[in-house]
């Protein structure tokens, strides 16, 4: 993953270029599965036991690093709470990821979690790549959603399918890796707000804050 493939653009000094491409990814579930948490660890490395409840919208970035590719994510953490319900389709519009997250403890939330996906299957972008996030793993004790029964969901909808606890860190870094690897990272891309494909960066337009470029 750190390493760059060989037969890429070269900078005047001999350093490989890295393409810089920028994703929205919108995250969608009932309230308190988990959304704003997983964000949380993935961007900052926190988790809160008192997290507070989404009002409308959260926006976060964060870039992870590909063998030559900087993915920028701008992140739009959406409230779960019904009433929030008729904004989403602001979030997920022109987004080229999302993450549907449900609480293995919660049946409920796994049914809510099907419907997200419905909705994205007929009203977002038909290219858009669409995860599912088990969230919650380490409460495994209490769990009611299986995970052979999800998993099969996700292969019938093609849909990346991981388990994740934001408590322990499990899967977090890795679902938004493993969406980051699916996206086309295209030359041509999807322009501004497009949800064709990467809107790829001018140089030294980089973005401001990574954690896997340190
Ligand atoms: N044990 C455990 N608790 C978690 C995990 N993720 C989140 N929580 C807790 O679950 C509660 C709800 O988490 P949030 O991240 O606010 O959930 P949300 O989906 O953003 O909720 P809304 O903003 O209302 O849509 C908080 O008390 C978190 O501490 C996890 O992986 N394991
Ligand atoms: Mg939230």
Redesign the pocket.
Known sequence: MATNRTGGAQRPNGAPQTKVCQFKLV?L?????????????FVKGQ?????????GAAFLTQTVCLDDTTVKFEIW?????ER?HSLAPMYYRGAQAAIV?Y?ITNQDTFGRAKNWVKELQRQASPSIVIALAG?????AAKRMVEFEEAQAYADENGLLFME?????A?NVNDIFLAIANKLPKSESGGGAGGAGGARRLADGDTPRASSCCK
């Not at 969230?135 to 409460?139: A, E, P, Q, R, V």
């Not at 994740?164 to 322990?168: D, E, G, V």
């Open positions: 995250l579930g009932e309230s308190a599965v988990g959304k704003s948490s997983l964000v949380l660890r988790f809160h036991e008192y997290q507070e409840s989404t009002i953490d959406t409230a779960g709470q929030y997250v609480d969230n919650k793993s380490d409460l994740t606890s934001a408590k322990t499990m």
